[in-house]
């Protein structure tokens, strides 16, 4: 069956995202080139990249390797590898739709969506013909009819968990209607027995069932491009056709293969988040709530977020930059990435001049 595109929502302009600075310093001019960049949560000490062999730009890519040291991390083979999970979210409105559509759910295919949360998954629904449906809290979705229901785990920016119970009443109910319930991990390495793969039988997943895994945040190599997918057999076929025969370059398959077998390093990334987290919370937070004159935050080991007025989120958006500090501002949410241990100090110092009234007023 053919897949009748509305031209008008592909043509919308998508989401704005934080690790944006190279734009912000072509409008900005010089004055942007030393600011410190917090507004992509990513691990601001990722793993460290080797010298690696030159001769693998000249190789085409096969993911065999990574497929099988993936597993070892995972505890799950991936059904696919596609460019980053971003890469994963726009196939999967193409997939599903050829499947829904002979379903109950052709008229209309509702996608439910968290109302703050990373913005590709709403616009890739929408953009491919759903009708998007906003929820602000899970237990709305069993009380809900839809095609797809997506759950970020952990939520960035709200820093919100699921708990297992209700992701497993969510698989449930989606097998019940038919539908599908996609669940973003992208964060959830620091905490891997809180995968929703780690509740799951050790047989086939549920066909009802996408998760979600990328190594852009704990390991910060959101450059490399390289995310997973764990769904039923069913899918694998045709969600790989769409992904195409090479997503991935030959050094990124090589350098991820490397880093997931790293396990002393990742050891030591996780002793080192808590450390930066136990060293924010005690020299830097208590600056950022007089600041944004707000103490409602969630804190991530990768990110804490403040919620804030819209209005005077922009006004201490364009404070920050004044003293040097790129941050991800959305909706009534202002995001900073968690610093490396070498960027406390200077973080410090340009928060202690906004305090001293750099920001326009006076506001120690």
């Not at 939520?155 to 973003?184: C, F, K, R």
């Not at 056709?241 to 396990?263: F, I, K």
């Not at 990110?303 to 006004?315: M, R």
Request: charged share 20%.
């Amino acid at each position: 069956m053919a897949v009748v595109l509305k031209s008008s929502l592909l043509e919308s302009t998508p989401p704005k995202h934080g690790g944006d600075l190279a734009r912000w310093q072509r409008e900005a001019g010089d004055e942007a080139l030393n600011w410190l960049d917090l507004s992509s949560a990513c691990n601001r000490e990722p793993w460290p990249v080797p010298a690696f062999d030159a001769r693998l730009w000249m190789d085409l890519p096969d993911q065999n390797t990574l497929l099988d040291q993936a597993e070892r991390y995972f505890s799950r083979r991936p059904s696919a590898i596609g460019a980053g999970s971003q890469h994963i979210i726009e196939c999967l409105p193409v997939l599903l739709k050829h499947s829904l559509a002979t379903t109950e759910f052709v008229t209309p295919l509702r996608a439910f969506v968290p109302r703050i949360g990373y913005q590709e998954h709403a616009f890739a629904w929408q953009k491919w013909g759903y009708d998007l449906i906003y929820y602000d809290e899970l237990s709305e979705l069993l009380n809900q009819s839809w095609a797809v229901a997506v759950v970020i785990q952990p939520n960035n920016p709200t820093g919100e968990w699921a708990t297992s119970d209700m992701l497993t009443q969510l698989i449930t109910y989606a097998e019940q209607q038919g539908a599908h319930l996609v669940v973003d991990e992208a964060f959830i390495d620091p905490c891997p027995e809180r995968s929703v793969l780690m509740t799951l039988p050790s047989s086939d997943v549920s066909e009802s069932l996408f998760v979600l895994r990328s190594v852009g945040k704990f390991f910060g190599l959101a450059g490399a491009r390289v995310g997973f997918v764990f769904c039923h057999p069913r899918w694998q076929n045709a969600l790989n056709n769409l992904l195409g025969p090479w997503p991935v370059a030959t050094p990124s398959l090589h350098l991820v293969t490397l880093a997931l077998a790293d396990t002393a390093w990742q050891t030591h990334a996780l002793d080192n988040l808590k450390v930066r987290q136990a060293a924010f919370v005690e020299r830097i937070m208590p600056k950022f709530n007089t600041i944004f004159d707000s103490q409602d935050s969630a804190i991530n080991l990768l990110f804490v977020t403040w919620f804030v007025d819209s209005e005077y989120g922009k006004q201490v958006f364009d404070w920050l930059h004044k003293v040097g500090v790129h941050v991800r501002l959305g909706e009534g949410w202002i995001r900073v990435a968690m610093p490396a241990l070498n960027e406390m100090d200077a973080l410090n110092s340009a928060l202690i001049d906004l305090l001293k009234g750099v920001g326009g007023r006076d506001l120690a």
